[in-house]
């Protein structure tokens, strides 16, 4: 049986997920010892976007394409931020896994 949607949860990872890739895009840059404008630069992205992006201030839905110009301009691929983001977001509630007599179990 399917189970229902906690539209609630769903937005509160999508936040998190969201505030994350700014925290790796943040992390990826001072490991390469790039400033913002060097990046916004090679990006071909604005300066002020980029800030929000790292900052969490962009409150609507991100360009896939203004981050595939972040990733490029800092040397990796897009598939590999999201993934680093994802695992610094954890994982998403609905599969996280519960010990239940000692058997391991998808909690939803």
Known sequence: MKQPTDTAALERYRQEHDRCLGVVARKLRTTKGLTLSEVAKRAKVSLLWLQRLET?????????????????????????????????????PWLRTQKTLGVSKLCC
């Open 56 to 92: 969490n201030q962009l409150h609507t839905n991100y360009q896939i394409r203004g981050l595939d110009q972040v990733t490029c301009a800092l040397g990796v691929e897009l598939y590999e931020f999201y993934k680093r983001a994802g695992e610094v977001a954890g994982p998403a």
